[in-house]
C-alpha cells in the first residue's frame, strides 16, 4: 500500500501570511497532484508535477517536487480568505494501462480577514 | 461546475434501505471513479471503470454494487449498509492516456441511520 502523509493536518492563519503544506511518501510516483476542496463541492485540480526537483508556479502558489518523486510541498505566498480550503495531495502510479492516485488525509486551511 | 453532475446531493437511509447514487460526466471522457471520503481519512479509491469496464475493485464490501451502462454514466447501488459507511461519495471521471486529470463531481453526502 502507497501511503501519502500530509501535514500539518490543520492550519489557521491570518490573511497576508505566507504557509507550507508537505506530503511525504516512501513511495516513488510516476506523477504527483495537488487540488483544492471547498466545502460541499469536490476536489479542483491545481497543478500536476512531473520531473524530480521540478517547481510550477500559479500566481501565489508554489509547487515542488521532490527529487527522487516521493515528495512535494505547496507554499502559498500573502494567503488570502479566498485560499481557504482543504488542499489534498495524490500520488499517481500505473496500473492496467491507466494511472490510479493515491491521497492524503489533506490539510484544512483556514485563512481568516 | 465541472461538467460532473451527481444526484442526490444528500441521502438519509436506513440499514435495510436500497438506494443508488448516479454519476453522468459531460466531458467525453473514458474513465470513471468512485471514491469514499470520511472525517479524518484519505480520500479512498472504491471502483474504476475504464472503457465501461471495471479495473480495479478496492476490496469494497459486497453492499456496495457499482454499474457502468456507458462510458457516461455510473451508478453506485447500495444495499444493506452499515452507520460507519457515512461518509461523502464523490464520482471523478478522467481520459485514459492523457494527463489523468481528475474531474469530481460535488458529491453525495450519505448518512446511514
Known amino acids: 500500500t502507497q501511503l501519502l502523509e500530509q501535514s500539518p493536518q490543520f492550519l489557521s492563519i491570518q490573511e497576508g501570511e505566507n504557509l507550507t503544506v508537505y506530503c511525504n511518501s516512501s513511495s516513488v510516483f510516476s506523477s504527483l497532484q495537488w487540488y483544492r476542496q471547498e466545502p460541499g463541492e469536490g476536489p479542483v485540480l491545481l497543478v500536476t508535477v512531473v520531473t524530480g526537483g521540478e517547481v510550477k508556479k500559479l500566481k501565489r502558489l508554489t509547487f515542488q517536487f521532490g527529487d527522487a518523486r516521493k515528495d512535494s510541498s505547496l507554499h502559498i505566498t500573502a494567503a488570502q480568505p479566498g485560499d481557504t480550503g482543504l488542499y489534498l495531495c495524490a500520488g499517481l502510479h500505473a496500473s492496467g494501462g491507466s494511472y490510479i492516485p493515491t491521497f492524503g488525509r489533506g490539510t484544512s486551511l483556514i485563512v481568516h480577514p | 461546475e465541472t461538467g460532473v453532475t451527481q444526484t442526490p446531493r444528500h441521502l438519509v437511509m436506513g440499514m435495510t434501505n436500497k438506494k443508488s447514487l448516479k454519476c453522468e460526466q459531460h466531458?467525453?471522457?473514458?474513465?470513471m471513479y468512485w471514491y469514499k471520503q470520511s472525517a479524518k481519512k484519505p480520500l479512498e479509491l472504491m471502483f474504476v471503470?475504464?472503457?465501461?469496464?471495471?479495473?480495479e475493485n478496492n476490496s469494497v464490501p459486497s453492499r456496495f454494487s457499482p454499474e457502468c451502462p456507458n462510458s457516461s454514466h455510473l451508478f453506485l447501488h447500495l444495499h444493506t449498509l452499515q452507520p460507519e459507511d457515512s461518509a461523502l461519495y464523490l464520482c471523478?471521471?478522467?481520459?485514459?492516456?492523457?494527463?489523468?486529470?481528475?474531474?469530481f463531481g460535488p458529491g453525495t453526502r450519505l448518512l446511514v441511520l
Open positions: 471523478a471521471s478522467s481520459q485514459v492516456g492523457e494527463e489523468e486529470t481528475q474531474y
Open positions: 466531458l467525453g471522457h473514458n474513465a
Open positions: 471503470y475504464s472503457l465501461e469496464e471495471r479495473v
